[in-house]
């Protein structure tokens, strides 16, 4: 007897010191032999210090604790805080900044760019502000191999205009990025050089900022005090699924109470800890059993009665003792009996509810159903649409169809992914195929705020003024749905974009075809423009957003950014919209919209089909960014010809190609009003599509003017 009693002392004895050496792992959150704090920085596995190949998974996810503060490094980043719930990693990044001296000359000029490495960098976490009263902040990164960019412009005349905590435009602005970039470069402009504001606000800034940690003062314009400041990085293992990385002996989800997720926005894979659990999936025994009842998380109606269990708690009854210490059992027993009772009630009136509420859901279904519509309807702006297209929407097959619900479920699977053709910045378009067997585009909008709905409501009323061969055509829309939908004709062709920028699809788009469609194009704006009942100012003019039909016809879409104009009206005063590359200038100081914008951003595409080159690439250098400005300066140096295609210079005939470059000089004057008409653009391209063809060759070699503009071959 006393052996046995010795042997269960010894074997209680190992298991506790197992117990706390499997706690103790769990608390530090790294292996057991390995140093896992740094400058007051916790490390978790499977991060780790690079003075043991041992502590770390990899050398991607190794850190130095070498620097003069003796915090965390990361190749050359300063790692603030490492997560292993939330899979993120706080590090610090630095600020782009441009100063001017007051005569408007650079006193300094530093731009900033940030790789992530193997981490990916949250745009639900960050944010990219822009500070300065004259000043344009872009940000361009990399996601999968694709190019991004975008950016935002901050204005202010008086220091007085900004107001703290404020960050709409008035000397601070800030906008979103996609999510899952693996690198961001930060640049600054300044359209005055900051001389009209240099006593208030001599510099620009701009910098991706984790949200919350960063709130806009007026005395930043003055003096800005922060060198760096914190970003959120997401991090996964490898480049693997999780279904991939089971196959491999390496699958770094280690303990038996862990699971593998795939994160929707990067490639690789966590590990996290099952429910009920909790610690590091990382390590051996990492992810520990959460006590519910001392932690008093259960749901218990008495703490008497939680009884945790592994991964779970239970509730029993609990017993009761008297003022002397005895149990009393019938307490318990009263209890029982409550319990069974208050059960038997629950299930009767459950049982009654569940007929009651089946016989109202029959009777009353259609009702519902009627009512939900009529709230998205009202939602998805549905009485303003009624209110500004009068009675087309009570009848009118013609000009516009009121589809239902069902109706574009069907033709499109239920929105099925196989069925999507394009997504952009308002939304996903998907092809459909509707019951008399007509191909049709619909468009689901992504609506988030009145704003949005502005410009849904917007796209129906400019499209339902417009009846022309060369602009896609609007069918109908349907309100009913959580998010609206417009039905087009369906353009089967791709995009001028992909034809100009696709080397797959050169053989296809000689210079005739070229022509002929920027000559359509043209044709289709000066009807907007002048033609159409309430003339219509497009406002995004762009190679994407010329669509091209099977043989090769142009139609102008995406009109929801567009402006209704009055006739007694030559520009209206908005906030600047369209893309960066196509924007005009003039609008762009001023915030005056005229035809003429229409016309600069035609003039850009005119450039894109001559050079093959995309409107702006900050993969060029300063000097070719601008492919607007790359190719008036390239007129100006006599140079042009080292820019144009090289399959347009060995088809195309060398008049045609002059007359062609001076139209598109012309469109891109700085002034509005030195730029010609849409009805002079289309006439003249039109001329220049019935001039005869020549061979290069034979063309009069005392051209000055082709000279001139094409320089020496």
């Known amino acids: 007897m006393g052996v046995l009693t010795k042997l269960l002392q010894l ?100 731009p900033t760019q940030f790789w992530a490495g193997i981490f990916t960098i949250s745009t639900t976490k960050n944010q990219f502000i822009v500070l300065g009263c004259d000043t344009t902040g872009i940000i361009s990164g990399f996601k999968n191999g694709t190019s991004y960019s975008t950016g935002c412009i901050s204005r202010c005349n008086k220091r007085s205009d900004a107001i703290n905590g404020s960050c709409s435009g008035v000397g601070c602005c800030n906008i979103g990025f996609p999510d899952g970039l693996e690198y961001y470069g930060v640049k600054l402009s300044s359209s005055e050089n900051h001389t009209n504001v240099w006593n208030f606000n001599p510099c ?22 922060h060198e760096r400041l914190p970003i959120v990085l997401d991090w996964a293992i490898g480049n693997e699924t999780c279904d991939e990385a089971r196959k491999k002996g390496d699958f770094a989800c280690q303990d038996q109470n862990s699971e593998c997720h795939d994160p929707e926005t990067r490639r690789g894979y966590q590990c996290k800890c099952k429910e009920g659990y909790q610690g590091n999936p990382y390590l051996p025994h990492g992810c520990q059993d959460i006590d519910e009842c001392k932690d008093q998380t259960h749901k218990c109606s008495r703490a008497e009665g939680c009884v945790n269990t592994e991964g779970n708690y239970t509730c029993r009854c609990p017993k009761w003792y008297r003022g002397d210490g005895t149990k009393d059992a019938e307490g318990c027993a009263a209890d029982f009996v409550l319990i069974i009772q208050i059960a038997i009630c629950a299930g009767v009136g459950f049982i009654c509810m569940l007929v009651f509420t089946s016989w109202l859901y029959f009777v009353y279904k259609k009702r519902k159903i009627m009512k939900l519509r009529e709230k998205f309807f009202q939602q998805n702006g549905g009485l303003i649409l009624e209110q500004r297209l009068g009675r087309q929407l009570e ?41 008399d067997n007509r191909i049709v585009a619909i468009k689901k909008s992504k609506i ?29 829309c349907c309100l009913e749905t959580q998010v609206p939908l417009l039905v087009y004709e369906f353009v089967p062709n791709g995009t001028l974009f992909q034809y100009i ?132 300066s390239s007129i100006k140096e006599e140079r042009l010809f080292e820019i144009l295609e090289n399959d347009i210079v060995a088809e195309g005939n060398k008049e045609q190609i002059q007359q062609f470059v001076e139209l598109a000089r012309s469109c891109l004057a700085v002034k509005g009003d030195e730029r010609p008409t849409m009805r002079e653009v289309a006439m003249e ?13 034979n063309l009069e070699a005392n051209s000055e003017e082709v000279e001139h503009l094409l320089g020496e071959t």
């Open 448 to 476: 988030e705020d009145e704003n949005q709905i502005e410009q849904f409501i917007n796209e129906v009323v400019v499209l339902s003024q417009i009846n022309h061969r060369h602009v896609v055509k609007l069918l109908g």
């Open 501 to 632: 920028h696709q080397e797959s699809n050169a053989s296809a788009f000689p210079w005739e075809t070229r022509l002929r469609i920027v000559a359509e194009t043209a044709e289709a704006l000066w009807y907007l423009h002048s033609t159409a009942s309430i003339p219509i100012i497009h406002r995004d003019v762009k190679s994407t957003n010329i669509l091209l039909d099977d043989d090769f016809t142009a139609k102008v879409s995406d009109f929801g950014t567009s402006r209704l104009v009055p006739r007694d009206q030559t520009q209206l005063a908005t906030v600047v919209q369209g893309t960066l590359g196509y924007l005009d200038p003039e609008y762009l100081q001023t915030n005056q919209l005229t035809e003429k914008s229409d016309v600069y951003s035609f003039g850009v595409v005119l450039v894109e089909l001559l050079t093959g080159k995309e409107a702006l690439s900050f993969a060029r250098s300063e000097e070719q960014r601008s492919l607007a400005m790359y190719f008036i």
């Open 395 to 435: 009848g009118s097959t013609e000009t516009l169809k009121i589809f239902t619900v069902e109706q574009l479920q069907k033709a499109t699977k239920n929105y099925d992914e196989s069925r999507i053709i394009g997504r952009g910045g308002f939304g996903t378009v998907y092809k459909g195929f509707l019951a």
């Open 685 to 697: 391209l039109e001329g220049i599509r019935k001039m005869q063809k020549h061979p290069w060759v």
């Open 11 to 110: 074997i209680s004895f190992n298991g506790v010191i197992l117990l706390i050496a499997m706690v103790a792992a769990a608390a530090a959150q790294a292996k057991p032999v390995c140093d896992n704090m740094c400058g007051g920085v916790e490390i978790p596995y499977p991060f780790g210090l690079s003075t043991s190949e041992e502590c770390y998974l990899g050398k991607n996810f190794s850190l130095s604790c070498n620097s003069p503060d003796h915090t965390p490094i990361i190749g050359s980043v300063r790692v603030t805080n490492i997560s292993i719930k939330a899979h993120e990693m706080h590090v610090m990044a630095s600020v782009a900044q441009n100063c001017y001296h007051a005569n408007g000359s650079p006193e300094s000029n530093s």
């Open 204 to 225: 620009s800034y701009a910098f991706v900022v984790q949200k919350g940690n960063f709130n806009f003062s007026t005395d930043y314009l003055q003096k800005w005090p």
